[in-house]
């Protein structure tokens, strides 16, 4: 089935400590990409990426780090999480053939976090 | 700079009547792509339709349509016929450039559809 996944789906933590949010894909997408969801202010992309190796920042990718050294895999980083970050997290992934199939981007379940 | 704008926070519509979600955009790059998205209470994100910017058609899929005007810098989902399974918050957003390839995606802040039986 093809699908993106994210773990994990529900996550409390302290501020300062460090934490992963892995995000997975197995369609063969070049394009993945990291949200938050915050009420009011709808999604807001932290980073994208359009190849391994190839990552570009969204509008608010301050406190967030990413990497791409597999295709599949999209890990969303956070040094020193603050509270602030307490959000709905999305990752997607698209492919790039361009039309409306190369512009659907499907998305994971989410991951809810909260920074104590 | 990239901007979306959704102006309705909230809607409220009755069962098989048509509904049209405002949204309007901004960008100086003349190739861009506008999506509609679905998120149920349930938190999924589910793409509707999408249009782009040198297409001569309004992108339909089923009982969407996307009414697009260009020279005014708007994209509006219509529902045609709306059912109790479309209350949900919608999404309009843009990407810059010609493919997805190689660009930003920015959602507008949603509009929440509540269709009343």
Redesign the interface.
Known sequence: EAQVTQNPRYLITVTGKKLTVTCSQNMNHEYMSWYRQDPGLGLRQIYYSMNVEVTDKGDVPEGYKVSRKEKRNFPLILESPSPNQTSLYFCASSPTSGGAKGETQYFGPGTRLLVL | AQK?T?TQPGMFVQEKEAVTLDCTYDTSDPSY?L?WYKQPSS???I?LI?Q?SYDQQN?TEGRYSLNFQKARKSANLVISASQLGDSAMY?C?M?EG?????S???????TRLSIRP
């Open positions: 979306i959704q792509g999506f938190g999924e994100m793409f999408y782009g992108a999404f957003a990407r010609r493919y997805s390839s190689a930003k995606i920015i959602f507008g802040s949603g």
